[in-house]
Structures are given as structure tokens and as C-alpha cells.
């Protein structure tokens, strides 16, 4: 059985705000057979990578994603193309994280196409090739009744009906969309009606993700106990806390508001380009930072993810939720885990961004040191994907 050595790298993992400098990591069998210093490490009949001034991380975690949507200011209207092209789309989509290092994505939300979301039959299609990452997927999005463009909408009492026809379609989580239509502030569901959807879908073995981009929605979601509130654009300290109570994760998406304003100048959409859309986007930018402050002040785990393909943000670009989440004021260490083991958990497999013995080769070399310059993971130098180099 071959071993590979990965020889004189750093080492980062998300535990600590310290940098591990001088170590060697074998890999054997697919699995990470030992991590030592440099001067223990046997190389002994070992292929040995000169990994000097890399730094070793876990493969990142994309906690909100869209695999099978392109991104871009007309993300949108791209839910509408054919069914084969979304496919072709999650096939790109695909290839383009595994290369940014990023070999875990939960798809919360997809187009129906024939009766079914088009991701259940990307992730069918890519489940177990090499080079493409583990994906996890929650059908369509389940939302309130007058949303006339979404596939399932429903009253609170029919939740539970909403959630097990999506969970019998092969979706291993669910998507409830926790805004009411036409801009209403208002929660669209109530706390009762949420929480036995909650306890259905436990009961089935799945996870709720909430979507939620108001006060109202949020208060409702973290009550219920969903395990998720995606994006979280508006927290108060009381959320949080039922947050921390109920074990909800955040899982933040910064870098939609970042992308937003950078359609300021490249496009001539009004609601980007115009000035109200720019103080719109500002304001709502701000509520969301704020809520990012308000979950690490309650002690709320924070996850994260791009939102790419369903937003406007692009495969492969979690690295820069990672240096938003910087901004927002975690620690670049916590900023890690976010991307890496926090998304592992909220994924549900236990090793899923993390770097420790006898558990899968699951993991990324980048240029520089992403505990004092998260801008780091964008210079992925090689991916190993159980212990095969993919990228």
C-alpha cells in the first residue's frame, strides 16, 4: 500500500488561533495514518511531497449552496433554464469546488424540473466519483402560500405533509423559507406549526434549514428549533440566545451583500446600480453583520457558506465568506471553523472538516498562513479527497 508524506507544511485546523509549523502528515489507505513533527515523521518507502511553506487545512465545508444554478446578477431567471442545462450547470459547479478545496456542499434548494428538484438527480449522478464533492440536498424550497414562483407553497398546517413529500423524493434535508411573501415583515408560519414539521423530519433522520431574512421569521425558526437559520440577515440578542438554548446553527452568507455591491459598477440593474438599491443593500448588509455579532456574543455556532448558484455569488468562492466573516469580528481561527468543522457538524458527518488520525485523507495545501491572512484559501495549491489528489 503506497503512503504518501506530506513533508515540512504548516498546520491549521480551526481548534486554535496558533499556526503548527514543522509537521508531516502521512496518508495511507485513503485515511490520515499519522500527524507528526518533521523529526519523527518515518518516510521510510513513503512518496514524500515537498510541501514546505504550504499550509494544510481541512477541505472546506459549503454549508448553503445551489448546485445546480449558475450565479451572477440574473441568478434568478437562471432557475427557469431547461432542466439538462441545470445539470450540465451542477456538473461545472462541481468541478470548480472540489478545486477550491471545498469537498463538502449542502444544496438547499433546487428548481423542479419533472416532477422532481433537479439536485436529487445531480447528487445521484456525482455521488462516489473522485473529483467531485459530498453532497447533500433539500429538494425544493417549502414556503408560504402566495409565493407564486416557488414549486411547493403551503399553509403552516400542511407543513408536515410539505416536508415528508420532499424527504420520499430523496432529499436528505429540508428547506423552509421563513419570509412571507409580497415583503411582508411577518413570520409566515407559527412556532407550533414549525416545530412539528421539526420533529417529523427528526424523526425521519433529516435537518431543517431555515431561511431567513427578518426578525420575525428568525424569532419563529429558533423557537421551533430548526437546526439551521441560513443567512440570518436580522438577529436580536434574545434570538441569539434561544439560538445558543435550542442548538440552532447560523450559517452566514456575507458574501452575497459583497457580490451585491460589486454588480454596482458591472451592471446597469437598478436595483444594484440605482442609488436606493446601493442604500438598500447597505442597510440590509448591516443588519447582517450586526447579526453575526449578536450569534458569537450568545455563543451561537456559526457555520457558513456561499450561497452560490441560488444567490448571486459564484462556485468555489467560500473563501470569501471566510474573510467577510473576519470582517464581521470573529477570530480568523474561528472564521475557519465556520468553513471547516462547524459545517462538518451542521452537515452531519462527524469528520467533515476536520484533520486527525485514522479519519479520511479529506484535505487542502494553500499558499500562506489563513490564521493571521484568510485571503490565504484562495491560493488552493493541491486538493486531496481521500487521500487522492484531485486538484
Not at 168 to 192: H, N, Q, T
Request: glycine fraction near 12%.
Amino acid at each position: 500500500m503506497t503512503r504518501v508524506v506530506l513533508h515540512d507544511a504548516a498546520l491549521a485546523d480551526g481548534t486554535s488561533g496558533s499556526l503548527r509549523t514543522g509537521v508531516s502528515v502521512a496518508i495511507e489507505g485513503g485515511q490520515i495514518a499519522w500527524i507528526r513533527p518533521n523529526d519523527s515523521a518515518d518516510t521510510t518507502g513513503a512518496e514524500v511531497i515537498d510541501a514546505g511553506g504550504a499550509t494544510i487545512v481541512p477541505a472546506m465545508v459549503d454549508c448553503h449552496s445551489h448546485l445546480t444554478m449558475q450565479g451572477g446578477s440574473h441568478w434568478i431567471a437562471r432557475a427557469d433554464d431547461p432542466g439538462p442545462v441545470l445539470r450540465q450547470v451542477a456538473r461545472d459547479n462541481a468541478k470548480r469546488l472540489a478545486h477550491a478545496g471545498i469537498l463538502w456542499a449542502r444544496d438547499v434548494g433546487a428548481p423542479v424540473k419533472d416532477g422532481a428538484p433537479v439536485s436529487i438527480a445531480a447528487r445521484d449522478e456525482l455521488k462516489g466519483k473522485a473529483g467531485a464533492p459530498y453532497i447533500r440536498v433539500a429538494g425544493t424550497w417549502i414556503a408560504a402560500k402566495g409565493y407564486d414562483f416557488m414549486d411547493v407553497s403551503v399553509d403552516g398546517p400542511q407543513l408536515v405533509t410539505a416536508a415528508m413529500a420532499q424527504l420520499d423524493l430523496g432529499a436528505d434535508l429540508v428547506k423552509l423559507y421563513m419570509d412571507a411573501p409580497g415583503g411582508v415583515k411577518d413570520a409566515p408560519f407559527g412556532v407550533d406549526d414549525v416545530r412539528a414539521m421539526v420533529q417529523a423530519v427528526h424523526k425521519r433522520g433529516a435537518r431543517v434549514a431555515a431561511h431567513s431574512g427578518y426578525l420575525a421569521g428568525a424569532r419563529v425558526a429558533a423557537e421551533a428549533g430548526v437546526d439551521s437559520i441560513e443567512h440570518g440577515m436580522e438577529l436580536d440578542e434574545d434570538i441569539a440566545i434561544t439560538m445558543r438554548r435550542n442548538r440552532v446553527t447560523l450559517v452566514s452568507t456575507l458574501s452575497v451583500f459583497a457580490s451585491w455591491e460589486t454588480f454596482a459598477r458591472t451592471t446597469t440593474i437598478d436595483r444594484f446600480a440605482g442609488s436606493e438599491g446601493r442604500e438598500r443593500i447597505a442597510k440590509r448588509k448591516e443588519g447582517a453583520y450586526a447579526s453575526v455579532a449578536a450569534a458569537k456574543r450568545a455563543g451561537v455556532t456559526i457555520a457558513t457558506g456561499s450561497d452560490f448558484g441560488g444567490g448571486s455569488v459564484r462556485a468555489g468562492h467560500l473563501a470569501w465568506e471566510v474573510e467577510l466573516l473576519v470582517d464581521a469580528g470573529l477570530e480568523p481561527h474561528e472564521a475557519l471553523a465556520s468553513a471547516t468543522r462547524n459545517g462538518g457538524a451542521l452537515y452531519g458527518v462527524d469528520y467533515a472538516g476536520h484533520l486527525d488520525e485514522g479519519q479520511p485523507a479529506d484535505l487542502v495545501l494553500v499558499h500562506g498562513d489563513p490564521l493571521s491572512d484568510p485571503r490565504a484559501l484562495w491560493r488552493v495549491w493541491a486538493v486531496y479527497q481521500r487521500g487522492v489528489r484531485v486538484a
